[in-house]
Every structure is written in C-alpha cells, then in structure tokens.
C-alpha cells in the first residue's frame, strides 16, 4: 500500500465583537433614544498544507456577522435579523478525499453566507427562518462533532446536496417545539440558487432540496436525531439517524454516532461516524480532546474510505485557544493509499 504524509497546519481562528451604536450624555438630555449596541462578530481562520513532495497550500477565510432584533427599529415588530458575510481566499486542498479533512476545504469566493429572518411563533410553540440558510446548522446536526477539524461528523458527505457554506441556499425552515423533549422540523430550499450565486465553482446540487427530522432530549444527557430528505435536481434521496449521550459530573465525557444511507444519484451510497468528546482534566474543564471514525462507501469504488482523528483543545486563556489534531485517512477517494494529516488551529476571542 502506498503511504503519503501530508502535514496540515491550521491556525489563527480569530473572534471579535464590537458594537456600531453607542449612547452619549447630552442626547441623553435631551430626550432623545437610540438603538443598544448592535453585537459584530468577525471571525478568520488560516490553513497551511504542506504534501510529501513539498508542495504549500494555504487558505484564509474570514466571516462577519450581524444580528440584531427587529424591537430595536419597531417595539411591535418581533423577529431577528442574522447576516453572514465570508471571504475565502488561496489554494485548493492538496487532499482529494470524499469526506474532507478540513471545514475551510472550499473554492475561494467573496460571498454572503447567510441571511435570514427568524421569528418565534409562540402561539404554535413553534419558529420560523426564512432567506438564505445553512440548513446543516439546524438539520443533521450534533453538538458533539463541532472541535473535530474533519468536516464529516457534522456534515454527512452520505446527504448529498443539504444547503451548508460555501453552497448556502434560499428557503424555509420551520420548527415545531411543543415541550423540551420532543421537536420536529422541515425544510425546503432551492439549490438553483447556487448555479446563479456561484458560476465560478461547480454547484453540490440543483433543484430543489427538502428535509424533514424529529428529535428528542431527555434530562440524562441523551439527544437523538431522525431524518429524512429529497434532492430533486440530483434524483437522490436517503435518512439518517444520530445521537448523542453525555455521562458524569457536568457531562465530561460525550459520545456520538451517525449514520447515513442515500439512494438514487449520489456518490456516496452509506456513511457511518462514531466517536467521544471529555473533558479529561477536572482542573482544566475548559479544555476538550476528541476521537472518531467515520467511513464512506462510494459508488463504483472498490474500496470504502475511511478518516480517523484525534484532537486536543487547550483553552489556555479565556481568550485564547488552540487544538492539535491527527488524522488517518485509508483510500481517500476509494483510491488505495493512506494519508496522514497533522493540524494545529489557534483561536483568540475579544
């Protein structure tokens, strides 16, 4: 078998907040009101990949985001309005693999990630989004999967065409919450959109896209997920299922399985994840480490693909943050072969 290094550096995730409004004393005495802060969040990170051979690849992305509540404008008007801004910028990733090694593994593109209005329809114990969405932030997703630098845990590669960045999608979202143990929710987009948004790179879908899941919590830590979804431009459709468990004192120890099957035009047919977050060290609760597996059978390819990794989270302020990972990858896109990764990504937040 053919053994191939490659060394990812990840590093500079950086978050800030600032506020555009401010108040000042002598309109205070005049009686004039104005709006409270209105929160900005920038965010950026930077990849460094460095192959075998000595080829460098690096990529930037940076995000700005806006949120601000309706009440501010209109006391009778309810509702928030949520704007996310990226740019990616470098190279392609030296990797080619079916499930990705990392979550900035995107065609570089100035786009408008998301924006959408929310509302809570208290009445119907429900809530609404509406506009251009990441429909993976709200479907098929667990809390579990977010520190792993492999994207497949949080985004099933085995659900082909859901709406999440760089292929963001307009439609709607509904949730129905009657209590805090059982929910369900649909949505509906149209991947269309992202042949006109994005002629530059080639679309994950087309059509129409639709989704439906119910979820269920208890007060013991556990969580579960089911779903079910269509894409009508590709003619594939398939489930899923998900859970998590969390186990002691202040859940310092979290597990997570996913599966997923897809029929129809899909490339990848099956998928399977499993894995275990903690907090191993009781005078560090803040740090996190995390190992999983996830698999992927593709269509016509003789050999399955499967990624490893294993990941440390060190907070070592309360603004700064940095993760070492290590990742195996077996047949990267059912080609024979292994690739290891090494990431190291930093996080400062203000």
């Known amino acids: 078998m053919v053994l191939a290094k490659r060394v990812h550096i990840l590093f500079f995730s950086l978050s800030l907040t600032a506020c555009l409004a401010s ?18 969040s920038v965010s950026g990170e930077f990849l460094s990949e460095v192959s075998r051979s000595r080829d460098v690849t690096t990529r930037f992305v940076g995000s700005v985001q806006i949120e601000a509540g309706l009440e501010r404008i209109d006391p009778g008007v309810g509702g928030t309005v949520f704007i996310d801004v990226r740019s990616n910028r470098g190279d392609a990733a030296s990797l080619e693999t079916s499930q990705g090694s990392s979550t900035i593994d995107n065609p570089a593109a100035d786009q408008v990630n998301e924006a959408f209005y929310a509302h809570s329809l208290g009445s119907l114990d429900a809530r609404l989004r509406v506009g251009l969405l990441d429909g993976n932030s709200e479907f098929a997703a667990l809390d579990s999967t977010a520190e792993f630098l492999n994207p ?4 099933s590669p085995a659900i082909a065409g859901i709406p999440t960045w760089p292929f963001t999608a307009p439609g709607a979202e509904l949730v129905y919450e009657p209590d805090s143990i059982w929910s369900a929710g649909a ?3 149209d991947n269309s959109f992202q042949q006109t948004f994005r002629d530059d790179v080639e679309p994950v879908g087309s059509g129409s896209f639709a989704i439906g899941e119910v979820r269920a919590t208890s007060e013991n830590g556990f969580r579960g ?41 899909s490339e990848v047919r099956q998928h399977a994840a499993l894995g275990i977050e903690s907090s191993p060290f009781r ?37 700064a943050a940095i993760t070492v990972s290590v ?24």
Do not use: C
């Not at 497949?152 to 985004?155: D, G, L, Q, R, V």
């Open 187 to 189: 949505g509906l987009y």
């Open 225 to 265: 997920i089911a779903g079910a979804w269509h894409n009508d431009g590709d003619r594939a459709s398939g489930t899923y299922v998900g859970v998590e468990q969390a186990f002691g004192p202040r859940d310092v120890v979290r597990t997570f399985g996913l599966a997923a099957l897809a029929s129809g035009e």
């Open 23 to 40: 108040k000042g004393d002598g309109d205070h005495d005049r009686g004039v009101e104005f709006l409270e802060p209105l929160p900005i």
């Open 152 to 155: 497949a845990p949080a985004t």
């Open 283 to 319: 005078r560090r609760e803040q740090d996190s480490s995390g190992l999983m597996i996830s698999r992927v059978d593709l269509d016509g390819a003789e050999a399955a693909e499967t990624a490893a990794e294993l990941y440390y989270r060190a907070q070592l302020t309360d603004a």
């Open 327 to 350: 990742q195996a990858v077996q047949n990267p896109a059912g080609e024979d072969g292994t690739d290891l990764l090494l990431g190291l990504r930093g996080s400062l937040t203000f």
